[in-house]
Every structure is written in C-alpha cells, then in structure tokens.
C-alpha cells in the first residue's frame, strides 16, 4: 500500500507533476456502489455485518476505515472518468479493484471502483457506450461478471491465463496468456485487440486498468513484460484512443515487484504518459 505515497511522491520530484495537478476526491456514495452492487452487499459494508466467508473471499480482515478507503478509492475513479470527460485523460492514482463482484469483495477488492465510474457516467448520460481496457495480470474477473449482458459495455482483459483467479468469467474480448510471455508477443497481441474494441464497440470513454503486474520482476504475475514493454503497452492504448478521439482515465491496479521501486517507477511513467497524451489531445 505504501506504493500510492510514493507515486505521488515521484511525480513532485520528478516535475511530472506539481501540487496544483492533484484534486482529492469526493468519497463515492453508497447509491454510487448500488449502480453495480446489490444493496445486501453494500449493506454489509456500511454496517459492518460480512461473514466470515465474506471475509475470507475479501482476503483482507473488515474494519471501518477499510471501507471507507474503498469508498474513497472509488470516488477517485468517478472523478477520474468525470475529468476523461472533460479534458481528455483523468488518473486515479489508487483504484482498479476489478475483482470486486456485485455481491461480494474478492481478491483484496471491495468495491468495483471500475465498474462504478462507468456505470455512473452512464447512469449521469455522460457517454452512451464505454469500454474497460484491462491491462492487470490477472483478469478482471468481477468486471467481467458486472457487465456482462450489459450491450454499453465493451470489457477487454489481457492477463496471464494460469494465474488468479481460478474462475474466469468471460469478458467481452479475453486474451489468456501462459506464462512468462515476452513483450515481443505481448505487444502486437495487445495492438491487434485495443483496435478490435475500439473500432468494433465504438466507446465514447474507455477505462484503462493499467496494472503494473505483468512486469517481470512482479511477486505475484508470471509474465516477462520489461519497463521498457509497459512503456509500450501504454502507448499502445493511450495512442489508440487519443487518434481516435475517444477519452480515457486511468487506474493502477496490481502493482507488487520485489522492489517496490520498480512498481514505483513503471507507475509514475505511465501516468506521465497519461499525462502527456492529454496535453497532446488538448492542443489537437
């Protein structure tokens, strides 16, 4: 978790971005997280009711303050989508909990901050399509279920296939990876499918889960993805959508190298990368 300070941190120090850059958002409300969860399961939260198999399926011991992180993470996202919008990119520097299924937390997921900013961006008429580009390690297993029938919802996930979660709803578009692939297959596998979603659903917003997991040095991925290959696979999808005009927000999702600068570092460039694709948008 310290991993969030320290992007922030990096960021100031690096000059990719300044204090003014950064707004804290708003907690999301629990009408937000009923647009995707069943009104049990947010109950459960709010008062602190989650069985033990709740509990358990969440991976992470239930506290107040744990659920209002997660309210407050989610709300960043909504903000994030909101400021795509506007300006052309938006960052959460937190969220991409995509394990998170409607009636339940899965995965050290409570709630599905990324089926939630889209689906408050429908709900609002903000857009009237959206897309989840899922670049994590693991595939977004609760997204996928959210959505699924959901025709304004294109969800794509490219994700190692023998790695979390063992059950695997299907997502709009799946790319199942073995293990230890290299950028040299990645890549182009990742480029044929971002112009498929793109071009296929036509999304007037796209939520990009920019997980730094598939690096080859990630605790718990198995893929060989180097910095130099998520720089690509960044501009791979930041490109795609800034050519076609379509706006993006970002969250970070995954990210535990051995070395927490590493994620550190992959996560600070692809914000800076974010960043500067919504430079470009705005003088374009």
């Known amino acids: 978790m310290v991993k969030y300070r320290l992007i922030h941190a990096r960021l100031l120090e690096t000059g990719v971005a300044t204090a003014g850059d950064f707004t804290e958002p708003e907690p999301a409300t629990p009408d937000d997280a009923r647009l995707v969860h069943t009104a049990g399961y947010v109950e459960k939260l709010l008062t602190g009711t989650l069985s033990p198999l709740d509990i358990a399926t969440l991976e992470l011991p239930y506290s107040a303050e744990l659920v209002e992180a997660a309210f407050l993470g989610a709300g960043g996202t909504i903000g994030a989508v909101r400021s795509s919008l506007e300006r052309g990119v938006g960052v959460n520097l937190a969220g991409g909990f995509h394990h998170a299924y409607a009636d339940h937390g899965e995965g050290f997921c409570v709630l599905n901050d990324v089926a939630m900013g889209v689906a408050r961006a429908l709900e609002d008429g903000l857009v009237r399509r959206a897309a989840v580009i899922d670049c994590d390690v693991h595939q977004g297993n609760g997204t996928a279920s959210i959505f699924g029938g959901d025709d304004r919802v294109f969800t794509f996930s490219i994700h190692q296939e023998y790695n979390y979660p063992a059950i695997k709803p299907p997502s709009d578009l799946d790319v199942g990876l073995p293990n230890d692939v290299k950028g040299s297959v990645y890549l182009p596998l990742l480029e044929d499918a971002v112009r498929k979603v793109l071009d296929g659903h036509e999304p007037e917003m796209v939520l990009y889960v920019a997980g730094a997991d598939p690096y ?37 999702a995954g990210g535990y190298a051995a070395d927490t600068d590493d994620t550190v570092e992959i996560q600070a460039a692809t914000i800076g990368a974010a960043l500067a694709a919504g430079e470009g948008s705005q003088r374009a």
Not at 226 to 237: E, F, Q, S
């Open 216 to 252: 080859r040095g990630d605790l718990l991925g198995g893929l060989a993805l180097t910095k130099a290959d998520l720089a690509a696979r960044d501009r791979i999808v930041m490109e795609n959508c800034t050519e076609r005009g379509v706006p993006f927000a970002v969250t970070l």
